[in-house]
């Protein structure tokens, strides 16, 4: 089984940044793909940035000159970097895992953590 642990989320002014960190734990032997969606009150979930194991990112147009995705394949950890945050981006923060490649050689599907709050005040 994999769990993913996130951390680094908290309350800061606007303008301030947040650095998360997601780990990936369990018996892995790659993870294809990791990232980070939120869900703000109210709101569905959304994409916030990936990255691939070759490093190809993605980004919501929200965030993009603000965030930095980032990743240790060596230790399956996924960071994000978020600069001049904004109340808007106030939301619970969600790491994301997809085709993780087992040691056994089982390929599994799409992992979430269990979340961190990201409080940005005005």
């Known amino acids: 089984q994999v769990q993913l642990v996130e951390s680094g989320g908290g309350l800061v002014a606007t303008g301030e940044s947040l650095r998360l960190s997601c780990a990936a734990s369990g018996s892995i032997f790659s993870i294809e793909t990791m990232g980070w969606y939120r869900q703000a009150p109210g709101k569905q979930r959304e994409l916030v940035a990936t990255?691939?194991?070759?490093?190809?990112?993605n980004y919501a147009d929200s965030v993009k000159g603000r965030f930095a995705i980032s990743r240790d394949n060596a230790k399956n950890t996924v960071y994000l970097q978020m600069n001049s945050l904004k109340p808007e981006d106030t939301a619970v923060y969600y790491c994301?895992?997809?085709?993780?490649?087992?040691?056994?050689?089982?390929?599994?599907?799409?992992?979430w953590g269990q979340g961190t709050q990201v409080t940005v005040s005005s």
């Open positions: 990255i691939t194991s070759g490093a190809v990112i």
């Open positions: 994301y895992a997809n085709r993780v490649r087992l040691s056994q050689g089982r390929e599994e599907y799409r992992y």
